[in-house]
């Protein structure tokens, strides 16, 4: 579509160009379709919002009591701080993931009656789980005042490492996404990866003291660098962060953005016929 | 070339769907891939076979081959056809959400379609929270909505309601809602798929009036698909009949609608298949049918005859009973009649079970009819539920045995499709008022 009035060609395999347009003249249904899952969410659930915060607190208090069992050294940190500051930007990712994984299948309605650039869905998703996202990372003032601790000068570098998690987290569900659709299997592969990362994502510092292949090793996993890179902004050098790791998971997630990019684009087509 | 004031032309356009079973190079059948799973085994299970047959050849179907016409500016044109002629999946295309395999369309102007009435609508959120979400869907900026609010609001009637959720809402305020929104759209074409057969019809006025009103005073184009000939009759001037994927005419209505008559009988098949066809109103889908068909080698009936079929059901929960109804249509989408049938005794879940279904001398003119069918339970009178019905079936002709005579000789078209008991008259009984008629009778002129 060259302008409002211009000839709009529908042709197999040319139907490139006017996408950005039309995600520009859909912007709005971003936001709408955020703000459609947040009311939906908490429609008739009595503790409503606050939902938002209990999940990442009751996982705080299992995650701690689990670190205090396994003796993990927190840098002298005190340990829910620690473990508060590794989960915020997982939960970010976790969530964001499973939730676009399932957004496609979700809005088969809308998919297969409508057009709009498809990349809305799973984009919208990623929006709502930051607003989570946003909610539980308001607690860490109390908690940080309850510590007594202060924020190091890093924290200036904060909004550029969110940046980054919301980068990985949308890349992430691109490819969950448009897989999805095409293999249903992926919605129960995801939960799992989800259970089965936390593990190996940095939250628990088991590799503090490894070799330093094997840490470089662990950070292709990309959230590892931005869960660490997140906890040295918030509590500063008793949680360093190595910057060759950081690099490489910076890396790693901007390879994940680019090819979620493409590999949905390229099955959108399809995806009104498959769904 | 197009002409400058042609807005939508389209080129040989096709579409085809990859089916089923997968078929490899060398004739071998596998099942389609539903899932990651079985991608993987297939290629672990039997590697070379994978390996050579990594092209597998899938049977396709072609929803639309070679398609081409033209739409003015202003015009309101029609798209009529039998049920999986193509219609849908041409609309789909138009509106972008499918992409063609063949061909080319070229669109002029901004393109709404309403596919589906209550398109994004979420039963949770309220009618207000609702308008804002379905316009935002259909391609209405925040700040358009706002303006137009108030005339969706008094549109759909719905003003008191506007803060309850959406599942409170009767189907028919659902659907006044849902069309009242994108009633306001404003694009310069509009494509509009059978909404209209939902609703009652105060609904369906309001809904044609409205169409009507954006094509003559807003002189926006309308591509209407319809089952409901007498919409279609009185909305467009032009239509297109697709049969097949293909179109096989373009020109007036009138006789576009005669072409889609003889279309629905020119294929004299006793047997319909009916399991997979899409159904426009699901049911609650506890019995669901698999095929109707004609005991006899064709699908012709005499008027004194017992119109009789036989309908495959299959039980997908435990039924205690079941029973049929049936409505018969004229091509045209006019509903003639419809009878219920008595309540037959219940199948277990997963059973299927043929049963013999008669319609006594319905005495029907000549002409071509066919029909719907219903499972369920329940009638007019106690209510209603049902589990599965299919349209547009069991098309069928009633002809005239040679040398018939009397009434049924001729029968124009305008004294109905049904012929009605025959009237019993009898001189009535004289008392003392009518003697006083018969001799003023008497005195007038022989």
Redesign the interface.
Known sequence: MQT??????????H?ERQYWRDLW??R??FY?LAW?DF??RY??TAVGIAWALIRPLLMVVAVTLVGKAGNFSTGGMPPALFYFCGLLPWQFFSTAMSESGNSLINNS????????PRLVVPASSVIVSFTDFLVAAAFLIPLMFFYRVTPPPQIIFLPLVVLLNFALATGAGFWIAALTVK????RFVVPFIVQFGIFVSGIYPITNHAHETVRLICSMNPTVGIIDAFRWCVLGSSAPVQPSELWLSSSVTVVVLLSGLRYFRKTE??F??II | MPQSDTVIAVKNLSKC?SIGHLRTANGNKICHP????H?IDHALRHPIAWWKDRKVQQEHFWALSGASFEVKAGEVMAVIGRNGAGKSTLL????????????????????A?L??VG??F?Q??TGR?NI??NG????M??AEIRKKFDAIVAFSEVENFLDT?VKRYSSGMYVRLAFAVAAHLEPEILIVDEVLAVGDSAFQKKCLGKMQEVSRNHGRTVLFVSHNMSAVLQLTTRAVVLDKGRVIFNGPTEKAVEEYADALGKDSTVFFPVEDTPRKYPGSGVARFLSFRFDRSMPIFSPDEDFQFIARVRANETLPRIRFSMTVFTPEGIPIGTCFGTEQPGMRRGEEREFEISLPRPRLAHGRYCCGVSAGKGDHRVGMVDFDTVLDTLAFEVRREEGDGGTLAEWPRGWGSVILPDLKCRPAALASASETFTNNVEMLPA
Not at chain 1, 4 to 13: F, K
Not at chain 2, 92 to 107: A, D, H, N, V
């Open positions: 409002m009035n211009g000839t709009l060609v529908i042709e197999a395999g139907t003249r859909f709005e249904l709408l459609r009311l939906i429609k008739q309605n809308l998919i297969s009656k409508t057009y709009f293999y249903r299997d992926f087509r399809t009104a016929d | 769907y539903p899932g990651l799973r991608a789909k295309i138009l509106s972008r959400i499918s992409e063609p395999t063949k061909g080319r369309i070229e669109i002029t102007g901004r393109v379609s596919l589906e398109t994004g979420h949770e959120l929270e804002f979400l935002a869907i259909l391609g900026t925040r959720p």
